[in-house]
């Protein structure tokens, strides 16, 4: 039962039950019908009425035959059930005779005192027996906490019950009450931080809810067969997702459903999904990455952890030439410019990003050396296409002089297509310029990759483009690549006539790694108990209804002429 304001009417609904059958008890039993003398015995005693004297004698017969009492105690008990309650013996007698009951009945006859009036119970035991007493405890043991948890093993375990964790265990009774509280109560106590790691209480615990108990407060310690036994999605995904396994999508998407959109794949679109759903943490550390792409400036945790290069770099859309000194990252992004500049048309802007690679830097700012061979592959190459329009024989020439020089050092570790662009650049040296044929790669020039299929469909469809805007240049210029292109395809040699770039496509590719920042870290499994039932907290109440049994009085409280009791 989950409901607060429905487990009180239960609770209220029981003790009305409760209440009916012990009238109906006393009915078939016959009445007291105490006398003034014998009702004055049992004032006495601190028993006031003739309700609480039938409270008293419903409980006296539960238990005055009870073969475990000795012989004094049971002829006590006799006649105090005959009318003649003895007041130095008969509570010693009476706790006795309670003892020999089950703890659901003990409960009840503490009630039916409590209700009736009947404090047989010290101070102590009688605060206690207040909380039990009531119907839906909770307010009560709050504000009364430094009492109510100084009871036994089985009261603090129905004060942390009632209360749904909030009043913790105190750690001289947690080890006895781990092995036989109900999982709900040790959750509750998990949520409200009454129960640590530290404490261990899976070691009190059978197999399967140790294991849950362990996810529950040390994740870190459940491998992945446990958490297949314990169908723990939260870490399975995320283990799939570090190892780089394929995950199933969910609906509605979780926290790795995006990482992976976002980080993986690059769907921006969903950028503010994921922040919406990442820990604090981590939500941070995306927001540093978003505006870190507004100043071209990252931390260096960041710039270290290459599964998040594709997203910084979608992020960022560099406007000026980049420096690929400062780290490879930045290396990359300037290689990855230039090329895009040069399949633009920005020959010029494509040149520029390449020469901060070729200008001669200190000693100690080194970068890979296959992103060095590209970046001297685009220096040479549109170095040497521009030397057409230089402004005089004597410039073209200084041109091609240092594209050959760019080329020599891309085909000192290029390989064969290296190479075979050196002997292009020095075939156009040694060619007399009106001589020479066209320098630059068909391919380029139209924003393809060199020798990509379907170019003949690609330039139908840019054909139509510059019909539609009356571009008739642009129209002529693509025939022109367009024919020299068929022309190669049909050549022996093939695409080889065209200076080729770049050297390795995969060179130019950002790593498709598993991030190590952005990814949470692991949380404890979500609690899988339904809150305590009803059934359960009376359970835990009859059990601590027997602990009050400790704190029962040997003598009766004093009886001043007024007749209150204390």
């Known amino acids: 039962m989950t409901d607060p304001v429905a487990a009180r009417r239960a609770a209220i609904a029981?003790?009305?039950?409760?209440?009916a059958r012990a009238r109906e008890r006393r009915s078939s039993q016959g009445q007291?019908?105490?006398?003034?003398?014998?009702?004055?015995?049992?004032?006495?005693?601190?028993?006031?009425?003739?309700?609480?004297?039938?409270?008293?004698?419903?409980?006296?017969?539960?238990?005055?035959?009870?073969?475990t009492l000795t012989e004094d105690q049971q002829q006590t008990l006799e006649r105090a059930v005959a009318g003649t309650p003895n007041r130095e013996t008969l509570l010693p007698a009476v706790r006795a005779g309670l003892a020999t009951l089950e703890p659901e009945v003990v409960l009840g006859h503490l009630r039916s005192l409590w209700a009736a009036g009947v404090r047989w119970l010290n101070e102590r035991g009688?605060?206690?027996?207040?909380?039990?007493?009531?119907?839906?405890?909770?307010?009560?043991?709050?504000?009364t906490r430094s009492h109510a948890v100084s009871g036994g093993q089985a009261f603090s375990l129905f004060a942390t019950a009632a209360t749904r964790g909030a009043i913790p265990l105190p750690n001289s009774v947690l080890a006895r009450v781990l092995p036989w509280a109900p999982l709900s109560v040790i959750d509750d106590l998990v949520d409200h931080g009454g129960l640590l790691a530290e404490d261990e209480p899976w070691q009190a615990r059978a197999e399967d809810e140790a294991l849950y108990l362990r996810a529950r407060l040390a994740p870190g310690t459940v491998g992945p067969q446990d958490a297949e036994r314990l169908d723990w999605q939260d870490m399975l995904r995320r283990r799939a997702f570090l190892a780089d396994e394929t995950i199933l999508r969910r609906e509605p998407e979780d926290v790795w459903d995006l990482l992976y959109d976002v980080v993986r794949d690059v769907q921006l679109p969903s950028l503010d999904a994921l922040d919406a759903v990442l820990p604090r943490a981590q939500q941070i550390q995306l927001r540093d990455l978003r505006s870190g792409a507004l100043v071209s400036q990252w931390d260096g945790d960041s710039l270290r952890d290459r599964g998040l290069w594709k997203l910084m770099a979608a992020l960022w859309r560099p406007s000026t030439t980049v420096d690929p000194r400062r780290s490879e990252f930045y290396a990359l992004v300037a290689l990855n410019r230039a090329y895009d500049l040069l399949k633009s048309g920005d020959l010029d802007g494509a040149r520029h990003q390449a020469e901060a690679f070729t200008r001669e830097r200190k000693q100690g700012s080194s970068l890979p050396g296959e992103l060095m061979d590209e970046a001297y592959t685009i220096a040479a190459y549109v170095t040497a296409v521009t030397s057409l329009d230089a402004g005089s024989d004597w410039a073209a020439r200084e041109q091609l002089a240092l594209a050959e020089t760019y080329a020599e050092r891309a085909a000192e570790n290029g390989g064969p297509v290296a190479e075979r662009n050196l002997m292009h650049v020095r075939a156009w040296r040694a060619t007399p310029k009106n001589k020479r044929g066209m320098m630059t790669n068909p391919f380029l020039e139209i924003g393809l990759n060199h020798g990509a299929e379907g170019w003949e469909r690609y330039c139908r469809v840019l054909f139509r483009e510059h019909e539609e805007q009356g571009d008739q240049a642009a129209q002529a210029r693509l025939n022109l690549a367009q024919d020299r292109i068929d022309e190669a395809a049909r050549n022996e040699a093939g695409f080889d006539v065209f200076f080729r770039l770049p050297l390795d496509r995969a060179r130019y590719e950002l790593p498709d790694a598993v991030p190590k920042r952005l990814v949470p870290?692991?949380?404890?499994?979500a609690r899988r108990t339904a809150l305590t039932s009803g059934a359960d907290l009376e359970s835990i109440r009859a059990l601590a209804a027997v602990e009050l049994l400790d704190d029962f009085r040997s003598t009766p409280p004093h009886l001043d002429r007024h007749g209150s009791t204390r």
Do not use: H, Q, Y
């Open 521 to 525: 870290p692991l949380e404890p499994m």
């Open 32 to 67: 007291a019908g105490a006398t003034g003398f014998g009702r004055r015995k049992w004032r006495w005693l601190g028993v006031n009425g003739d309700e609480a004297i039938d409270a008293v004698l419903v409980m006296l017969r539960d238990f005055v035959e009870a073969p």
């Open 126 to 143: 009688s605060e206690r027996c207040r909380i039990l007493c009531s119907t839906a405890p909770g307010i009560e043991l709050l504000g």
């Open 14 to 19: 029981a003790e009305k039950e409760r209440l």
